[in-house]
C-alpha cells in the first residue's frame, strides 16, 4: 500500500444535513469508503470545531462536504448554508495551521438519497429503519463516487 510520511491518506465525509451530519471515512489508497457515524448538528460554529476536530483526531488529508445541489445543477437554500458550512469549516481548519494541509473540497450528491433509499429498500428495511443510518449511508455514497473519481476507478 502506498503511504504518505504519516501513514495512509485518510478522507473523510460529511453529508449536512437539517440535524444531523453522516460522517464516512476512506483510504485512498485502498479506495473503499465505510460509515463513521453521524454527529448532531448544534450551532454552524460548534459543529464546524467538532467537524475540525474529527479531522485532526483522524489524521484526514481531505474533507469531502456533499453538496445537495438542485438536480438542474444550481444552487437551493441548503445548498447555500451547506457552501457556509464548509466556509466555517475552512475557517476552523485554517486557524489550527490544517488550511494548506488539510484540503475540503465541495461534491455533488444530487443522488444519494435516491441511491440510499432505493438500497435501504432492496435490503428490506423500513423508511424508519433505514432512516435511522440514513445520513451516514449517504456519506458512504459521496465518499466512494469521489474516491472512484479522484483513483480513476468505476469498478
Do not use: N
Amino acid at each position: 500500500m502506498l503511504e504518505g510520511p504519516a501513514g495512509p491518506s485518510v478522507i473523510l465525509c460529511i453529508d449536512v444535513g437539517q440535524r444531523h451530519i453522516g460522517l464516512a471515512r476512506g483510504i485512498r489508497e485502498v479506495g473503499a469508503a465505510l460509515p463513521a457515524g453521524s454527529l448532531e448538528m448544534t450551532t454552524p460554529a460548534e459543529t464546524a470545531r467538532r467537524v475540525a476536530d474529527l479531522v485532526v483526531r483522524e489524521g484526514a488529508s481531505c474533507l469531502v462536504v456533499g453538496l445537495p445541489l438542485a438536480l438542474d445543477g444550481s444552487d437551493t437554500l441548503q445548498t447555500r448554508k451547506v457552501r457556509r458550512f464548509a466556509g466555517l469549516v475552512r475557517k476552523e481548519l485554517g486557524a489550527r495551521s490544517l488550511g494548506q494541509t488539510v484540503r475540503v473540497e465541495l461534491a455533488d450528491e444530487r443522488w444519494s438519497s435516491v441511491a440510499v433509499g432505493r438500497a435501504a429498500r432492496t435490503q428490506g428495511l423500513s423508511e424508519a429503519e433505514g432512516r435511522a443510518t440514513k445520513d451516514q449511508w449517504e456519506a458512504v455514497y459521496i465518499l466512494q463516487g469521489y474516491m472512484d473519481r479522484v483513483t480513476g476507478r468505476h469498478d
